[in-house]
């Protein structure tokens, strides 16, 4: 490892040897905190105009939402034509395994009709995973590399509650215990700054992951964003966002406690655009942030693992 995390751009050209980019594809789903299962008002931060990497806008721009999978993956490859060849296509909005076995079969499978697609990314929930799911997913396992990314965002039941997110850190517990022993690469995000929580609370979070057998992390500020519930708490002066310079040695702490082998996916959230955003407002790109964190990183000269004791978990496993 040259840099001072092992970033999921490492990762991947360890895997494959060369580089692999993701397209994000929206494939229609919803989720069981939107649909009425659980309730309609979502998780208090999510809005859904705010799943809009470049390539769903450029889409969307095209008049197309809901359309094919392979044509998503068709429009993607053009625009990264120029960085690779080959590509992970990432399962992205919403709850990319609330569905029955057989639709989730149909996109999936329609995701890799295109033979330079080499992996499936899909963002889920912890309490979306039944194990016949999981059988599913773990057969793409034997083509290509498999990710399951698990948004749990705190350890913290009272946090959960508060954010609406709809299940609780054991049934998380429970996904990672059915998710570990298969064929499936995991990874987990994170929110930090979540309402109520204290530096204390987070590094806890990341603690309690880093002892558990998971693959990747990806770590999110949270960003108060125009018509959430989120918002509604924001204006009542309910609770504050982090500042950057709060933010950057915070990232740089939960780095050196992750074990080498987690593989870092994101430093920082999609820094949203300034007519969706109410806060933080740090007038900052998001590389302008990873830049920041790394040069924290040099400046203490500490790299990831350096605050890991359980040494025992740290070997890269040859899962793939
Ligand atoms: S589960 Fe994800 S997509 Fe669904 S409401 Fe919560 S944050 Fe939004």
Known sequence: MNQRYYSFSQFLKDKFGFKVYKIPIDAGFTCPTRD????YSGCTYCNAQSFSLPTFLAYRQTGRTKTSVYDQIQYGKKLLERKSTKFLAYFQPYTNTYADVKFLKKVYDEALLDPDIVGL?????????????????????????????????????????????GHNFAQFKDAIKRTRNRNIFICVHIILGLPDETKKDMLETVKTLAKMDIDGIKIHHLQVIKSTNLAKDFE???FKTLSIEEYIPLVSDIIELLPPNITIQRLVGEVLEDD?????????TKSEI???????????????GLKFKNLKNNVLKPKF
């Open 36 to 39: 009425g299962t659980l309730g």
């Open 121 to 165: 990314c899909i963002g889920t929930r912890p309490d979306c995973v039944p194990d016949e799911v999981l059988d599913l997913i773990e057969s793409y396992a034997k083509k290509c590399q498999v990710w399951l990314e698990y948004g749990l965002q705190s350890i913290h039941n009272k946090t959960l509650l508060r954010i609406n997110r």
């Open 236 to 238: 009542k002066k309910e």
């Open 276 to 284: 969706m955003l109410i806060a933080p407002k740090w007038n900052l």
């Open 290 to 304: 990873v830049s920041r964190i790394e040069q924290e990183l040099t400046r203490r000269n500490f790299f990831q």
